[in-house]
T-cell receptor
Framework: GAGVSQSPRYKVAKRGQDVALRCDPISGHVSLFWYQQALGQGPEFLTYFQNEAQLDKSGLPSDRFFAERPEGSVSTLKIQRTQQEDSAVYLC????????????FGSGTRLTVV | GESVGLHLPTLSVQEGDNSIINCAYSNSASDYFIWYKQESGKGPQFIID?????DKRQGQRVTVLLNKTVKHLSLQIAATQPGDSAVYFCAEPHLNTGKLIFGQGTTLQVKP
């Protein structure tokens, strides 16, 4: 597709449940970012991949959060034992080589933990 | 650490008027800024960017002004339209990592 695709669009999880959020970046984009956006706030950085290498995971809030991009294209953000404070929109963005800030964001996955 | 912040959480303007959205930043070494527009249910969308060697940059109906002396930038939208209703964020890169630091956003409401 022409844009960044994220699935599912909405996810309701019971506290303690594991979830997996998928991101399909724009074909050929080497950089992929995950951001967390709480209600009424700006996006906050979680982690960054260049191809399959995870170069920065400093924004992951806890060891319950894990991200992977095994073949340098699709990425999955996994949250284990979800907590209510994990409720947020999770945004994925990709950018091409040589344009690190030429982000294209997906529409996000809205996670609600009940 | 770095931070970017917006002055007003909500701005309400009449259709056809000009809108000005403000942003302050803390790091005097910051050399690049981006404005994003986020409509409800969508991800942020790039509007315009500016480097620190410029004071002003114009796009289609939008202008960004950068005042490095007071560490302030603004986004001006001319002849505001209902389709401009959204949340607007300023953002700056974190060092050279590719990571962006976003402000909290200003909600622009356009009254018909």
């Amino acid at each position: 597709g022409a844009g960044v695709s994220q699935s599912p669009r909405y996810k309701v999880a019971k506290r303690g449940q594991d979830v997996a959020l998928r991101c399909d970046p724009i074909s050929g984009h080497v950089s992929l970012f995950w951001y967390q956006q709480a209600l009424g706030q700006g996006p906050e950085f979680l982690t960054y991949f260049q191809n399959e290498a995870q170069l920065d995971k400093s924004g992951l809030p806890s060891d319950r959060f894990f991200a992977e991009r095994p073949e340098g294209s699709v990425s999955t953000l996994k949250i284990q034992r979800t907590q209510q404070e994990d409720s947020a929109v999770y945004l994925c963005a990709s950018s091409p080589a040589g344009q690190p800030y030429g982000y294209t964001f997906g529409s996000g996955t809205r996670l609600t933990v009940v | 650490g770095e931070s970017v912040g917006l002055h007003l959480p909500t701005l309400s303007v009449q259709e056809g008027d000009n809108s000005i959205i403000n942003c302050a930043y803390s790091n005097s070494a910051s050399d690049y800024f981006i404005w994003y527009k986020q409509e409800s249910g969508k991800g942020p969308q790039f509007i315009i960017d500016i480097r620190s060697n410029m004071d002003k940059r114009q796009g289609q109906r939008v202008t960004v002004l950068l005042n490095k002396t007071v560490k302030h930038l603004s986004l001006q939208i001319a002849a505001t339209q209902p389709g401009d209703s959204a949340v607007y964020f300023c953002a700056e890169p974190h060092l050279n990592t590719g990571k962006l630091i976003f402000g909290q956003g200003t909600t622009l409401q356009v009254k018909p």
